[in-house]
Structure formats: C-alpha cells, structure tokens
C-alpha cells in the first residue's frame, strides 16, 4: 500500500477513500491533489457526501465563529450532516469501505499469525528509547504480539540512565571501547538503574486490554488477570573482564554462559523474560555487563528466530534513504570498510577473522551465499564456550558488545548495531531486524508486512540460489526426471535444457543442485512464465519451493513484469495457496499459445506482481 507523508501517512486507495483519510488525519485534501492525476482529481470532485459533510462542517465552525462561541465540552452545535437518505446511504457506505479494509488487513495478516506464533524474538530496547515517550507504545505492542503466541526477551538498556545518575551525583562516566570502566559509583549506579528499568516496564507492561469493547462477547476471568507475567533473575553467569592492556574495568562483566534451560522454562510457562545487563560471578558478584553484548549471547544461545534491535533512529544509505534490507556479505563488506575509522568495526573484524566472507576459512560457504553455524557448516556457537570450527579452534566471546563514546557521540552513525546484527547472522539467527523506535507501531509493521519498515539483515534468504550455468544441466536433468516420468511436467531432452539454462534458477548446497525452476520472460506483454519448478525428494518439505518462486517474482520485478503465468496438471492447489488465480487460455500471450500441447489439457493461472519495496536486490 503506497503512503504519501505530508504532516502524517495517507493511505492511497480509491478516490473516496483517500478523502476519508484525509478527514480522519485532519489534513486538507487540495494542497494533496497535484501529487495527483486529472483523472484521479476528476473522480474525487464527483464525491458528494463528504465533500457535503465536510462544506457542512466548516459552515458550522464559521457559524460558531461569527457569534463568538467557543466549542467546548458545553456546547451543543446542531449540524445534521447527514440529514437526507443520500446521506444516510453514503455514511453506510462509508462504514461498509471500513469494515472491508478491517477485514482484508486481518486476513493479510494471518500468514504472519502462522509464521511468528511460537518463535522466540529478542528484543534490545536502546536506553535513548528506554527514556524516551515511546517506550510505553512499544511495550503495548509487544504486549499485543505476546497475546499471539510470540516468545519475548527483552534486554532495556540503561547506559542514558546510568550516566543520569553518576552525573546527579558528582561522578563522570568511562568508557574504554565499547566498556564502561565500573567503579564502585557506577556498579551502585548500574544497580538502580537496572532495578528502576525492571520495575517501569514490568508495570507498564501489567495492564490488560481494554475492556470496554469486549464485553459484548460475555464475561471471562481471564480478563481481570495481570496483563502480562514478566520473568526475570539470575539468568546470565558472568566474569570479570579485569586488566585489559593495563586497564583494570572493575566491576565490568563480560557474559560467561546464559541458563537457556530455566529461561526456556519461563518463555514455554507464558512469560515474558526479562534480561538486564547485570550478570552474576560463580563468586557471589554483581557485575556491570555490556547491554548488547548480553543480548547478543541471549539470542545465539536460544537459537532465536530474530534479534530485535529497537533505536532512536533509522538505518540510512549516504543519500538519505533508508536502508530496507542487507544481506550477510554486505554488512560484513560494509563494516570492513569502515573498520579504519570505527572501533566496533575493527572489532567486529577481529572478532571474525580479517579476511572477508569470499575468502575466510574461519565459515564455510558456496558460491556468494553463505552458509552458516545452524548445523551447516563446521563452525558451531555453544553457550557457555563461543564458537567452535570443527578443527579445535574457538573464539570465546558469547556476544559482541558495542558502546562507549562511538555509540554516544553517534560519530559513525548505527555501524555499531550493524556489526553486533553481522556477528549474531553469522551465529546462526537467521533474521536481525534495526527498527526506529520513534515510529508509531514499528513493531507491528515491520512484523505484519512484506516490505516492512525497518533494516533487515540477513543470512538466509536466497541461501545457495543462483542462476544455472552449462555445470548444472546434468543436476537439473536429475531433478525434473521423475517428474516428467510421472507426466507432472513436459518432457525436455538435453538439447532444449541448454538452450533454456540461462533461464533456470538453481540452489545449490554442499555442491548438489537440490531445486530448480525457470522464468521465460515475455516483455512485450510485460508477464513471464513460470516453468520447471522441482525439489529434490530429501530436501521436499523444507521451504525450497517458496524460496525458488519469490527468487522468480523478484527477477520478474526486475526486468519490470507486471504478471506471472503457468501451466499445470497437477500442482494448482500449491499454486494457488500462493497468489495465482486460474485464468482463460486467452490471458496468455499469443507466442506462449502457439507452442501449447492442447491434448494434455493444462490448467492456466496467472498472479499479478505487487510492488516491491523490500530492498532485497537479486542478480
């Protein structure tokens, strides 16, 4: 759904929607009207209820005006606005446009119910925002996507807070890289501050829903329970960092293992889990830990489906545009490049070796794609030891902490939370998302749309897909074998697959063609068809399918398509459960008619391409 953003974001639906949108935001239509056609601003002045309504509206503000009256709570001001039967019929109209657009979004929605319900999310509230009037939408929201079945922990940051107190109290705050050097003032400091933090949200997260529009549907006892149950305690065992090239930290902790079995126990009981950064030495200490470095842990330890990273401000390109999407390899390149001048950056790269995602030995990869430590590859993270490459080497660190001055002064703009969403990629997590929490509802629609509205990174989303070359006729011909011996697809001999291979996408991993399908663009119509999709038998199941026709959808996005078609004898109902509709013969192109084999009496289908704004860019 395109937005224009004036004073707020108007929705561009149809010409009597756009005016409600308009009416509800309180923004004046005519100012917005050169952003559009003349046939649009034709179809828009044809609207007579709203325009009445609104003319109505206005007359009675002057009319209040003229003889001095105020509008208040006291005053009653007599305007029927809708006060004929055209009226009448056009407000039921109104309300039935309402109702519809509530209805298609929940259905929208509901793949994201599916998908999300049961994941386990990590969430870094940044402490700019954990002091800041947006927290309170935030927290409701994720109440509300807790009541749908996701798993939340949650790691508020207390840096802003903790330099408050030290400075309320004389004190100045430390730093040595990403580190706070913690004396006894700020391990004091870090302590309220903590204990503060814990008690805001587990308060503004107590509350229920609203019960006032829910009564209709009877009484429940569920209804008067807290809000939400919120867990939290000695979850994170930690050590000392001590003297580092001759600095001594204090009371600074870096995260030596995370009880996931206890915070599993209270994630799968219902609750929210709570983590703070302060962390517990096998000793009996309170240590002051590093807020990303112990959420960064949290996720890879869990095995979480996303780390959340909520900041106060977007991920921007170097000319001012967001940045929808990042893969791994870009990041990763993106990092090192700045690595000169970032301190994070550089160590990010220590921590991962000097050499780049192409060339290391450290991860293991095929073609451009990685593949990664989710039981893939050699190298493996364990909770409580790092990373493991299957040769006896590891690297100890649990998380990758970020902070001190850089974070502060903001000098290398969010770097900083790229390389801590780089490391945990690598990891394992297979989805890290950097959202402004200065927009309202972020959460849900980054959650709840294709494009979203934040900066995604991640590790796997075309993993091992790439187009086919002469190599893989040989794989290819493997894979559509049975399927063409079971007449599901046509036959093709060798001579017609390599004439068509520059058409053929593959995914390719550990060296076996496992998938493959192809796209035959015709431009003139501006649709292509889609053909020869098949999936290895042992790889059936694993979301090989969707992930070769989203690849196909963006290709035809790119070469600027605006339809996909496909003939099919026995797989329309998985076609169909993803967006195609059966279509005439007539609604293929003329070219693609001529070729068709009538005799085996195919089904048609076509699904009309949306928009795509996610960023994720294919080759």
Known sequence: MATLDINSRIPLWNPLQFQLAALDNKIQIQPLLRHYSPKFQLALAKIRPLSTAHAAINSCRR???????????QTSVKCNVFNDSESEGDRKATN????????RWFREAWPYFRAHRDGTFVVIISGEIVASPYLDAILKD???????????????????????????????PRHVGPYRITDSDSLEAAMEACGRIRTMLEAKLSPGPSLCNIRRHGDNSRWHDVGVSVASGNFLAAKRR???????????GEVKKVDVTRIRERLDAGCIVMMSNLGYSSSGEVLNCNTYEVATACA?????????CIIDGPILDEFGRLIRFLTLRDADKLIRERAKQSEIAANYVEAVGDDDLESQEFYKFKESIPLLMNGKSNATFQNGLGFDNGNGLWYGEQGFAIGGQECLSRQNGYLSELAAAAFVCR??????????????????????????????????????????????????????QPLEESDTLIPRNTEELLEAIDSFVVVEREGQIIACAALFPFFEEKCG??????????????????????????????????????????????????GFSECSIDSLPEEKRKKINLSRRSKYYMKKLSPDRSGITIT
Request: aromatic share 6%; with cysteine; hydrophobic share 40%.
């Open 63 to 73: 009319s209040s005006s003229r003889n001095g009256r105020e509008h208040d709570s």
């Open 96 to 103: 039935s446009i309402r109702d519809g657009q509530f209805v």
């Open 142 to 172: 994720i109440s509300l996507l807790h009541g749908l079945g996701i798993k939340f922990v949650i790691v508020p940051g207390t840096h802003i807070q903790i330099n408050k107190l030290l400075a309320e109290r004389g004190s100045n």
């Open 242 to 252: 001590g003297v580092v090239k001759g600095i001594d930290f204090g009371a600074t």
């Open 300 to 308: 890879l330890a869990l095995g979480a489906e996303k780390l959340i």
């Open 427 to 480: 990891g394992g997590v297979q989805r890290v998302h950097l959202l402004d929490g200065t927009v309202g509802g972020v959460l849900l629609l980054e959650l709840f749309q294709r494009d979203g509205v934040g900066t995604m990174v991640a590790s796997d989303v075309y993993e091992g897909t790439r187009m086919a070359r002469e190599a893989d006729l040989a794989g290819i011909r493997q894979l559509l």
């Open 529 to 578: 068809e889609v053909a020869a999709i098949a999936v290895s038998p042992e790889c059936r199941g694993q979301g090989q399918g969707d992930k070769l026709l989203d690849y196909l959808e963006k290709k035809a996005s790119s070469f600027g398509l605006d339809m996909l078609f496909l003939l099919t004898t026995r797989t329309a109902d998985w076609f169909v459960r993803r």
